[in-house]
Structure formats: structure tokens, C-alpha cells
């Protein structure tokens, strides 16, 4: 214990936060079921689970959001009630959303002040309001500009804000909920900085994550949920990332797939200059040359927006090309139809796979058709071959594992793991010569995203040409044999595996050019 | 002849009642722009004032008090915001279609009332002109500005309001947080539900005075569909003016001098074809609106319904 019991905020620590025996039904599913958890002043203790393991059922408990079937809540000893998320403030406990909880259009003071009352009555008090933030944020070492608009601020930025609101409400324990999914690696370091001096002062913190390295780098307790129940908690110095995969998962989880030797084929797909437009008017690509050949994964990485997305429809043809080449097999589809690009055997695993991977009121045999259904033997003069499509349907289930009632089930009612393998098994069951891979394990949990990554090494190995467009840099790193950096429309560099860190491809991705990168790591 | 246009005489006129017609405009807008700010699209307006404009009218007629006419419009209007609010917020339900038919619910409701209640168009004495002391007498600008009714005064008194209070008060932030992105709101303790229940049944309100502002103000009479499409007009002058209180008022001017200036080319026997001339402030309008495609966005969650997911 410290001399004082205050945080520089002002406030009391909370010095424990207990949660007993908590218990949460949605119709169907327990997705809570008698959990202990517990917090305390000065420690981050990260919870660990996959989708659907009750995570964030159990942090929207605590914060008001959702009211719990069972159990008790107490703060230093003491049950309290929450039972919204004013009750929550008032207690001390403020949560770091995934998606942030921010107004664009207001402003940092703004978006402080919303909800709280104003030294000025009715009026805003916002230069009051401004003043605070910036005490705060030099107490913290948060920089951030009161009067700036969060349209204005990088994703990193905005997340300072998040904390800031959360410490201007007088925040001591905060709950963190995947705060990384969004951050370059930089970015990364940065928040682990002001997590580390957050949790030295007397706060405690939550800290909801799925990437192992991290909660082993920053967490001192680390607790693991799996299907709605607390496997248990231990000191994260008691534990490595092999014990931790395992008991999320609750079997043995092979960490880095085998990637094997495979001889590199020349080029399938070449982007030549090309360039688009994006949904905003502005220019999405602004002159992309990359070769991907065969047996090879091209790995694309970059921070969400920078042109993925574009990058993705304009080699499948769903948007239009404002200059340049798409070159498939020497042949230039430019401006070719999207079924026309298909049945050159170019395959597509789309980034938003609920969106555009399926049509979610369809059953599992319709929608692992839709790419074939007009080709023989699916259908003949126009009328579908329903006996072949079953078939089909169901040899495809078992190859690829997909947990399914029935063929006949709609896609809607499969969890995400199994939507994306219908979505796999029809885009690689036609023994594809190319494949875009957009975000193919994102919001997948480890056992799915571990078969996904078997199945695009699998093609690898059969000498399909890959591009795996991802912003999740460790999928990146474990998958590609090349990898190209995008910011901003453009491929900043191009790096081979070998020589690709977290750190380079970070830099790569903030848009600091590869000749900056050299001198900065001289520096070091 | 065209020239009778541009004497002093014409031209105060001109102005003075495009001030006067421009009234109802600003109430129903305003209105409306604080429902869509905080993400409630109103297509009801028109009900309201109709329903408005009937109850002042009537009960102006039956008890002789104007102020208690303009009271039950703006209960009126206030209870069919409560409808609104009811069925957009706690329903969920599509704001366009059950606007339409909130509208389509006062055009005959008021039209029953009017049919069992009265039957026959009779007129009352509106509110009359308030001449401001010393300022009424400035030549021109004193029959322009200060020689209105008080509902004139009224509607321009509010526009800087309207203002102050989305710009400049913790409920307006509350409000614009609301229409913006509703989880923030919501994840701060912001009742969502309290704030656009306020923003409708204030909007509910003011349509009512601009109902009122028309049967017992500006044209002192009742007949069935009064409004004609006025309420309609309202909505889009909150696109008009970008969701601002300035900029709706200058939507309203424009359309309303148009308005008077086509109303006086007919008294003055000008020979343009009358059904050009009753087109023409709304073929400005068009051209205003295309021509100044506006660059402030509508509110985020415009016409989407709030429900806490997951």
C-alpha cells in the first residue's frame, strides 16, 4: 500500500471489486452461469475466452448494461447495486468500449461533458469542462487537444478520449474491452504505457482480450471463461500462451501452423498501377503494383481503411477500376464482370462474410452453391439439380467439419466459425487458381481460426496463388511468405517474411516510409 | 403591369407579408429540427397542424379567448407528439411510414371535427397587430418588422432559442449526443428514450402553434386541408437549412417572400398564368436546393429506431 489511499484523479480506489456467483439466461443459452471474478486496486487482470465464452455478458453485468439472474456485486467488501450505467459512474467503475462510445461530430470537451451536470446549470461548461481534461491528461501523460472534434483524432487518439471520459467521471476501476483489436503495434505500446502508470497509481483494471501475447506482456492475473463458466484464475507468471490457448479452447491447440517449404510458381494474379475510388468520392487505391504467385500467400497488411477493402473488390471485379491492370494468368480482366472473373477460378473469402460470404436466410446447401449454381451438375437448362445440390451439401459438410442440424438449415441460425467454412468450402472446393482471403478469421474464435489457417495453408501447399488481406498483424506474420504494407491506397513496401517484424510493419503501416524505417532502427 | 411591382409601397408590402407567411414555416421546422436532431423523423407535422389549427380555431370561435385557442393547439399538438413518441420509441416503429399516417390521421380527424362541429367556414378576429413603440414608426422597416401579431414575434424570438439551446445547454448536447450515436448517449447514463420523448412532444407542440398560427393569426378562417402541404414544406426546410435554427430561418424568408411576392403579382393583375405563379416558390426552392447541395450532414441516427444491443 502507498502513503495515500487516493488516485490523482481525486477519488477513492477501489481497492477490491468482487463479482459472486453471477448468473445471466438469454432465451436458449446460459451465458453466464455462477461466475466468480474478481478486481483489484493497482493490478490488471485480463479475462481471456473466446466468442460467446461470456466475456462481455459478464463486463456489461458489471456496468450496469444487463441485470443479472443471480448473484451479488461488491465493492470493498460491501454489495452494491447496479443496475444501469449511471449506478456504474456513481460506483467508480467505467468501461473503455470496443466499438468507442463517442460522438464524431462533437468535440473531445463535448463528448467529456455529455451526461454529467454542469457547473452552470442548464448551460454548458465547457471551458470548465476543457480545463479538467487537460489536468487530467497531463496527470495520466494523455495528450490530447480538448477542442479538437473526434472526427478529427487517429482511432488511438480517440480511445484516449474514451479513458479520459472514464477518468474525468472519476473512474477507478476501468474495463477495458478488447482495446487493442483497433491499434498499429505502436499504438499498442503506447496504451500498455498508460496502462502500466494507470495501475501504479491505484487503479484497477479489466483488460478483455484474445491475443495471449499481450495479456501475458501487461496482466498480472489472467481468469479464463469458457461457455458461460470461469475455468479458473491464475498469476500470469504461473502461465504461458500454449497453457492459456488450451484452457480457453479446452483441448490442445497447435499454436503456429506447420507452414511448411513450398516452391514458389510465377505469377497468377499482377496488379499493374491500379487505382479506384472509395464509397467516400475519394481515391481508394492510388496505384497498386503486386505480383502474387503461385504457392504463395501475399499477406496485406495495414490499419483498417487504408484501401483493403477496395483492394479486395476491385481484383474481384465488384468495383470499378479507375486506371491501371488486374492481370489473371496473363490475361487483363480489367473491367471484367464479377462472373466472368469467378469463372476464371479467382475465389473470394469477403471480409464481411454475413454481408456479402452468404445470404443469411438461405439454407447451407443453397449458399454453398451460389457461386456454381448455374454450372452443370448443380443445375441443367435453368432448372437446379436439387438431388446433386444435397449431395453436394452434405460432402461438403463432412469435409469441412461444418456443425450443422442439417443441410437444410438456414445460415442465419450457424455461429460464425461454421458460416465461414461454408464460406471456405465453396470457394476452395472448386479447386481455385487464386484466392482473396479478406479478414478470414476476424470475430472467429481459436478453434475456427485455427482451421481456417490449416485450410489456406492446405491451398498453399497446392499451389494456389493467396492474398490474405488482414489487419490482424500476428495472422499476418504466421501465414505470409511475403508481406506488403498498404497506407493510404498505396503499397508502402513490400517484405518477406523473414525480415518482418512488429515493429517495421507497425512503422510500414503508420506511413513512415521504408527509408525512415532504416534510420529510426539505427537509431535504436 | 410589371413596373406596379417596384414602387415603396408595393415592395413593404411584399415584405411585410412574406415576414407574416413565413410564421407557421418556422414553428413546424424548428419543431422538426429538434426531432431530427435527436433522430426522430416527424413526417406528421402536417397532422398536427391541422389538428392545430382546427382546435385554436374552434375554441377561439366558441369561447372568444384567442390565448385559450392557442393553448389547446399546442396540448393538441403536444399529445399527438405523445402518439409519435409512443410509437417511435418504445414500438420501434418506421418513423417515415407512421408519420405518414399520424399525418393522414389529422388530415381526417380534423376534417370530422370541422364537418360535426361547425359544418359551415366562418371567421374569427386573429390575433391583431402589435405596433412597437418608436420602432414601428421607421419608415418601411417599421411596417416590415414591427407591425406583426404577436405569433410573428413569437416565431422570430425563437429561432436564436432554438439556437441557445442546442448549442449552448447540456440538454441540446444531450439532444444532438442522441441523434448522433445513441449508444454513446446511452453508455453515459443519457436516457434516450426521455430525450427524443421531449424532442417529439416539443415538436408536436410548436406544430400545433403553427397550426394555431394559421386559423386564428394569419388567415383567421378554418377549411378543410388548410395547410395543403405546408407541414410537408416544414420537413424539408429542416434539410434546407441544414438542422440549424439560421438556416431554416433563411429557408423560410426565401420560400415565404417568393410566396408573397407571386400572391402580390396577382392582386396586382400582373398576366402571368396564376398557376405558374403559385409554382414559383416552390421551382425556387428546387433550384435553391440543388444549387446549394448542403454540405452539414443529417444527424447519424436519423429514423433509426434505439434498442440497447449487444
Known amino acids: 500500500m502507498t502513503e495515500t489511499d487516493k488516485l490523482p484523479s481525486g477519488r477513492d480506489r477501489i481497492e477490491s471489486l468482487e463479482m459472486r456467483g453471477i448468473t445471466k439466461r438469454f432465451p436458449g443459452v446460459l451465458a453466464s452461469d455462477h461466475v466468480n471474478f474478481d478486481v483489484k486496486s493497482g493490478e490488471v487482470h485480463a479475462l481471456l475466452g473466446e466468442n460467446g465464452a461470456g466475456k462481455s455478458t459478464l463486463m456489461k453485468i458489471l456496468y450496469g448494461l444487463y441485470h443479472p439472474d443471480e448473484g451479488e456485486i461488491l465493492i470493498n467488501g460491501k454489495p452494491v447495486r447496479i443496475s444501469s450505467p449511471n449506478d456504474s459512474i456513481n460506483l467508480g467503475i467505467g468501461m473503455i468500449h470496443q466499438h468507442f462510445m463517442l460522438v464524431q461530430t462533437m468535440t473531445v470537451a463535448e463528448n467529456v461533458a455529455l451526461g454529467l451536470p454542469s457547473s452552470r446549470g442548464l448551460l454548458t461548461d465547457l471551458d470548465r469542462v476543457s480545463k479538467r481534461i487537460i489536468e487530467l491528461a497531463n496527470l495520466y501523460g494523455l495528450k490530447i487537444d480538448p477542442s479538437a472534434y473526434i472526427w478529427q483524432l487517429s482511432v488511438g487518439q480517440q480511445q484516449r478520449v474514451e479513458i479520459i471520459k472514464a477518468l474525468y467521471r472519476g473512474a477507478a476501476l476501468l474495463i477495458l474491452d478488447e482495446p487493442t483489436a483497433v491499434l498499429t503495434p505502436q499504438e499498442v505500446d503506447e496504451l500498455f504505457v498508460i496502462m502500466n502508470q494507470m495501475v501504479k497509481d491505484g487503479h484497477g483494471l479489466v483488460f478483455i482480450s484474445h491475443k495471449l501475447h499481450e495479456v501475458v506482456e501487461i496482466s498480472h492475473r489472467v481468469s479464463v471463461l469458457r461457455d458461460g463458466r470461469m475455468i479458473g484464475t491464475r498469476l500470469t507468471s504461473d502461465t504461458t500462451k500454449q497453457d492459456l490457448a488450451n484452457w480457453m479452447v479446452g483441448r490442445e491447440v497447435g499454436f503456429t501452423p506447420d507452414r511448411g517449404q513450398v516452391e514458389c510458381g510465377g505469377p497468377r494474379l499482377q496488379l499493374k498501377d491500379v487505382a479506384c475510388g472509395s464509397d467516400r468520392g475519394t481515391p481508394g487505391l492510388r496505384g497498386i503494383n503486386i505480383d502474387v504467385c503461385s504457392g504463395e500467400i501475399l499477406g496485406i497488411a495495414g490499419v483498417s481503411g487504408n484501401g483493403q477493402r477496395e483492394l479486395a473488390e476491385t481484383i474481384t471485379g465488384l468495383r470499378k477500376t479507375t486506371g491501371g491492370h488486374v492481370i489473371l494468368e496473363g490475361n487483363d480482366i480489367t473491367g471484367f464482370d464479377p462472373s466472368d472473373i469467378t469463372d476464371r477460378m479467382l475465389s473470394y473469402i469477403p471480409e464481411e462474410r454475413m454481408r456479402d460470404g452468404m445470404i443469411k436466410d438461405f439454407t447451407v446447401a443453397e449458399n454453398m452453391i451460389l457461386r456454381e449454381h448455374e454450372k452443370m451438375p448443380y443445375s441443367r437448362y435453368g432448372f437446379l439439380n436439387l438431388r446433386e445440390i444435397s449431395r453436394h451439401a452434405d460432402e461438403l459438410i463432412k469435409k469441412f467439419h461444418v456443425k450443422t442440424p442439417s443441410r437444410e438449415t438456414h445460415a442465419k441460425n450457424l455461429s460464425g466459425g461454421n458460416i465461414q467454412k461454408i464460406v471456405l468450402a465453396r470457394e476452395i472446393f472448386r479447386t481455385p487458381r487464386v484466392i482473396i482471403a479478406a479478414q478470414p478469421t476476424r470475430g472467429l474464435d481459436i478453434g475456427a481460426t485455427e482451421y481456417v489457417r490449416e485450410q489456406l495453408l492446405e491451398q498453399r501447399k497446392q499451389g494456389v496463388a493467396i492474398m490474405l488481406i488482414s489487419e490482424d498483424l500476428d495472422e499476418i506474420l504466421a501465414l505470409s511468405d511475403r508481406i506488403a504494407v498498404i497506407y493510404e491506397g498505396q503499397v508502402m513496401d513490400i517484405v518477406p517474411r523473414a525480415e518482418a517484424t512488429p515493429a517495421k510493419l507497425g512503422l510500414l503501416m503508420a506511413g513512415v516510409h521504408p527509408e525512415e524505417t532504416k534510420q529510426t532502427s539505427e537509431v535504436f | 403591369m410589371i413596373s406596379d411591382l417596384f414602387t415603396v409601397t408595393v415592395l413593404v408590402g411584399i415584405l411585410a407579408s412574406g415576414i407574416r407567411l413565413s410564421t407557421p414555416y418556422l414553428y413546424a421546422a424548428i419543431g422538426e429540427a429538434f426531432g431530427q436532431k435527436s433522430g426522430v423523423l416527424n413526417l406528421g407535422v402536417e397532422g398536427q397542424m391541422l389538428l392545430g389549427a382546427f382546435a385554436a380555431f374552434y375554441v377561439a370561435l366558441t369561447t372568444g ?227 446549394t447541395v448542403s454540405k452539414v450532414r443529417a444527424p447519424s441516427a436519423l429514423s433509426k429506431p434505439f434498442e440497447r444491443g449487444d
Open chain 2, 65 to 291: 379567448s384567442l390565448w385559450l385557442g392557442l393553448l389547446t393547439a399546442m396540448i393538441v399538438g403536444a399529445l399527438m407528439g405523445l402518439a409519435m413518441a409512443y410509437v417511435t420509441v418504445n414500438l420501434h416503429a418506421e418513423q417515415g411510414i407512421s408519420g405518414i399516417g399520424f399525418y393522414l390521421f389529422g388530415l381526417g380527424m380534423s376534417d370530422l371535427l370541422f364537418q360535426k362541429l361547425m359544418g359551415t367556414v366562418e371567421t374569427v378576429k386573429g390575433f391583431p397587430e402589435i405596433y412597437i413603440p418608436g420602432l414601428s414608426d421607421i419608415p418601411g422597416i417599421g411596417k416590415i418588422f414591427f407591425s406583426q401579431n404577436i405569433l410573428v414575434y413569437g416565431a422570430y424570438l425563437l429561432v436564436p432559442i432554438a439556437w441557445f439551446v442546442l448549442n449552448k445547454t447540456t440538454l441540446g448536447l444531450k439532444i444532438r449526443s442522441v441523434g448522433e450515436n445513441p449508444d454513446a448517449a446511452d453508455s453515459l447514463g443519457v436516457s434516450v428514450s426521455r430525450i427524443r420523448y421531449f424532442t417529439i412532444i416539443l415538436g408536436g407542440t410548436l406544430s400545433g402553434i403553427a397550426g394555431a398560427s394559421l386559423s386564428i393569426a394569419l388567415l383567421n378562417v378554418f377549411q378543410q386541408n388548410m395547410t395543403s402541404g405546408l407541414g410537408f414544406i416544414a420537413v424539408a426546410l429542416v434539410y434546407f437549412g441544414g438542422w440549424r435554427p439560421i438556416g431554416i430561418l433563411g429557408g423560410a424568408l426565401l420560400f415565404s417572400f417568393i410566396n408573397s411576392l407571386q400572391l402580390w403579382m396577382q392582386v396586382l393583375s400582373i398576366p402571368i398564368p396564376s398557376d405558374i405563379a403559385v409554382m414559383m416558390p416552390y421551382v425556387v426552392t428546387i433550384l435553391v436546393l440543388v444549387a
